[in-house]
């Protein structure tokens, strides 16, 4: 089950949203599968239909809650506090009504306030959220970014992910992460991998260490986060393993937190320009999203040829 205490998120989102907390204990959960929303639907607008979300409050809120009976605005507070959603957050500057100040502290509900617009704080907690309580893995393997394309190169140790890696790196291309890799499910069916905190720009080359490509290739040479959309697998030949197939009919997937992953199968040997085999291979992956797929259109152009001699 993913979760995240409310005084995480405050914390993570203080400086930005100028948040200031009022009442309440920090220990409240946000539970990302109690309701079976997604984490990007557990903060919202004040409603009285998804109560176990952060209630976002603001002017408009409030100015509605002046225009009707008193009776009722009571009646709707209780409703909402009774459920006890994770946090209230009055935006806009506002100041809190007496009535949620006052349930929040007799129940121990986060009260939190800010000088932000009620919208802006949604949609900056929603990506938070969204990114904080995603489906997360970690696989082995160097992420990149190749022709701006998120690209995962996995293989045996000492295959080369490394060293083709840097090859890379010097052609341009970028760096998100070396040797582990965290893959979250930001959307249904978007991965994104980041780099842990303690690797960020480190990359571990056989024979030099490890190097800081921050440091040696410069700024650019870096990046913080890609969407996965390729995995490039270096296989070594082993005697007893089936070879790579030479002219694959059908894209290869490989299945990654329920997502499928292209997933092309190089076979390592001496003398292969990888990183050009790793470039051409973007290429084609970009070409197969558009509808063109260079193998097909062979396999047709034969077919038509070998009817026309039949004939």
Known sequence: ????SVARLF????????????????????????????????????????????????????????SVPTRKVEDIVETLLDA???????????????????????????????QRSAASVIDQLRAYLARSLADQTTLHGV??????????????????????????????????????????????????????????????VRGLGVLNIRTVFGETACRRKMKLQLVVHLQKQVSGLPEATRMPLDNEMMDILGVKIRKVVIPVAAGRNLAVLVEAAVRTTILSFRGIDSTLEFVERQRRALGGEDG
């Open 143 to 204: 992420s990149m970014d190749v022709l701006g394309m998120g690209v995962l190169i996995t293989g045996d140790s000492g295959v080369g992910k490394s060293e083709l890696a840097l090859e890379l790196i010097s052609r341009g291309h970028g760096l998100v992460a070396d040797d582990c890799v965290d893959i979250s499910r930001i959307a249904p069916n978007v991965l994104e991998g980041r780099c842990p905190e303690l690797l960020k720009d480190f990359l571990e």
């Open 84 to 114: 006890r959603p994770p946090a209230f957050i009055v935006a806009d500057g506002a100041e809190p009504p007496a009535a949620i100040r006052a349930g929040c502290a007799n129940r121990g509900i986060p009260l939190i306030t800010t």
């Open 11 to 66: 914390e993570d989102n203080r400086d930005r949203l100028r948040l200031q907390w009022q009442c309440g204990g920090g220990e409240t959960l946000i539970i990302a599968d109690q309701t079976g929303l997604s984490p990007a639907d557990l903060v919202g607008h004040l409603n009285t239909i998804h109560t176990h979300r952060i209630q976002v409050i603001g002017v408009p809120e409030i100015l509605w809650a002046e």
């Open 1 to 4: 089950m993913r979760k995240l």
